[in-house]
């Protein structure tokens, strides 16, 4: 190749914000502990299990994950037969995931689910109960004569297995070559690349404020469990618009008999997050979190109270970008580094309507505003251009209850759907991403049978499918005849000895070209290493 010809080669290079894969990894772990539910048990029929404020941390090679394990127990009494409920203390969990490579700062993505929930019945425990007396004190320290009755507690071993999903990722970016001009077009090679392009990420707080009604005179606030829901984003132009519901369980003593009452309080909530570069249509994700939340109560009228939040949201936007990247020119010396994304293979989505007929408890004279929905059981699989979607729609129910005294009930329904979405280019293996959302929900009484509610609800689910890719990229070219090089990231197992036998490069000559490493034998996953190589004919 000729003086002139070099001169007149130029590379042309395009920013590329992406998400580079460290890793990630499955893990279980099982947390045991014993329970007692009042009564003698005759059979458990349902444990509704929520995993609540579900958090990771990246340190080396390892996520630490942390949340919630909240229970409600329904369970038939064997003396009454009637279907009881029983809420578990709160548990706090902790896990480690192995990540190799993972390290503090980097990027984290955690998914938990309860995966199993199992009861062991233990024992029959005697518990006595008076005004005021604790029903677990020991028999010998209470007068006979005072006992207001005499009861049975059931003794149960727990067990909850938890699935947890962790993925690390660091926000990257490189310019990367996307067209070569001044050599013959046989000679470059491209590939192309669809990933997500990251155009900025941002996070704010915003304080939520609301009054309180006890509805009795309240001494003090025991606990307050919040979560957030029915989130909700729109992107506009530098901006993120966030909506959402913050769910209070309040728990008060109260101030004439202190018993512990409860309270719930649901407060809406719109904020605008700054991200410059965002546009309409652009891809957002949202992660908010409760930072803090304190409710006070009022000192002249001990009914009514103040509620404090404040809600963190993070914001990252991102769009769906096709880039036809260099990977090769035959002949020219080119610097290298190794890409490895979540390439996008497609995305769609799909819609169905679940129609059901529900039995209410009681007559029904008008349902009491929209119901609370969520989805459970969510299972995809993927098969040759298609993902298939199974799970439960969840919907708690409030009516108004026909008759002279019209208060408001609530009963649950549960339907399971299949759906099946559409994405030409999916395999077996590829990674599924699942969004469900109720678009619609609606309900007829029967004029006949105020009992009986026929409800059609219209879900939509959006799916997004990737693959991991390692691409090794032109992120230049020289018009000289210097040798390229190729700098490699570091993987879990790698020494230079290996690295150097992969690329077909003495040993030596991967050493001279990295002094920083002091100790050939031990280099680290993450750590960057140039690969001298010789110039390509």
């Known amino acids: 190749m000729g003086k002139d010809e070099f001169q007149a080669l130029k ?41 609540r404020e579900v958090k990771g941390r990246v340190i080396e090679n390892k996520v630490v994950v942390e949340g919630i394990i909240h229970k409600q127990i329904f369970f038939v009494d064997e003396d009454t037969g009637q279907l009881k409920e029983f809420t578990v203390d709160d548990e706090r969990f902790v896990h480690f995931v192995d990540v190799p490579g993972a390290m503090p700062g980097m990027n984290v993505q955690v998914h938990a689910r309860a995966e199993f929930v199992g009861h062991d019945f233990i024992k029959e425990v005697k518990a006595y109960h008076r005004d005021g007396e604790d029903a677990d004190t020991a028999e010998s320290e209470l007068d006979p004569q005072v006992f207001k009755k005499k009861k049975f507690d059931s003794l149960f071993r727990q067990t909850v297995v938890l699935e947890i999903f962790a993925k690390v ?5 490189l310019d990367v070559v996307v067209d070569v001009h001044g050599i013959d077009r046989g000679k470059v090679i491209t590939e192309l690349l669809k990933v997500e392009s990251v155009i900025g990420e941002n996070a704010s707080p915003v304080t939520v404020r609301a009054d309180v009604d006890f509805d009795r005179p309240a001494r003090s606030i025991k606990n307050i469990d919040a979560q957030i829901k029915d989130i909700q984003s729109r992107v506009i132009e530098n901006k993120v618009i966030v909506e959402g519901v913050l769910h209070k ?10 018993i512990v009452f409860e309270t719930s309080v649901d407060e809406k909530f719109t904020h605008f997050v700054d991200v ?19 409710v006070d109560i009022d000192a002249y009228d001990p009914t009514r109270g103040v509620q404090t939040a404040i809600i963190d ?29 979540a390439q996008v293979v497609g995305e769609g989505s799909a819609q169905q309507t679940i129609v059901a007929n529900l039995a209410a408890p009681a007559r029904v004279r008008r349902i009491a505003g929209p119901p609370e929905t969520r989805f459970e059981n969510l299972e995809t699989r993927v098969i040759d251009d298609k993902v298939i979607i199974e799970g439960d729609l969840v919907k708690n129910i409030f009516f108004v209850r ?38 619609f929900t609606d309900f007829e009484i029967d004029h006949y049978d105020r009992h009986r509610i026929r409800q059609t609800s219209v879900i939509e689910i959006f799916v997004k499918v990737t693959e991991h890719v390692q691409l090794e990229v032109v992120t230049g070219c020289e018009t000289g005849p210097k040798p390229s090089v190729t700098v490699y990231i570091v993987q879990p197992g790698d020494s230079l000895f290996k690295i150097s036998q992969r690329f077909g490069v003495p040993l030596d000559a991967v050493i001279a070209a990295n002094p920083q490493i ?20």
Do not use: W
Not at 169 to 173: G, K, L, R, V, Y
Not at 276 to 294: I, K, L, S
Not at 527 to 535: D, E, G, T
């Open 518 to 537: 002091t100790n050939p034998d031990l280099i680290f996953p993450g750590q960057k290493i140039i690969i001298p190589r010789s110039p390509k004919g």
């Open 402 to 439: 026909d008759g002279e005294n019209p208060e408001v009930m609530e009963f649950d329904a549960r339907e399971h759907f299949t759906v099946f979405v559409d994405i030409p280019g999916a395999r077996p293996g590829h990674v599924v991403q699942v969004y469900p959302r109720v678009e």
């Open 249 to 258: 369980h309040i728990y008060f003593v109260g101030a004439e008999d202190d």
């Open 276 to 294: 410059p570069g965002a546009f309409p249509g652009a891809n957002v994700q949202v992660h908010p979190r409760v930072e803090y939340v304190d």
């Open 169 to 173: 990722t660091e926000s990257i970016q």
């Open 313 to 341: 949201i993070f914001v990252k936007v991102t769009e769906t970008v096709q880039v036809d990247v260099v990977t090769d020119i035959k002949g020219v010396h080119t610097t290298k580094e190794l890409l490895k994304v």
């Open 11 to 51: 590379c042309l290079t395009d920013l590329l914000k992406v998400e580079q894969v460290i890793g990630e990894n499955a893990s279980q772990t099982s947390v045991i502990r014993e329970i007692v539910l009042p009564g003698r048990v005759r059979k458990i029929t349902e444990v509704d299990t929520k995993l």
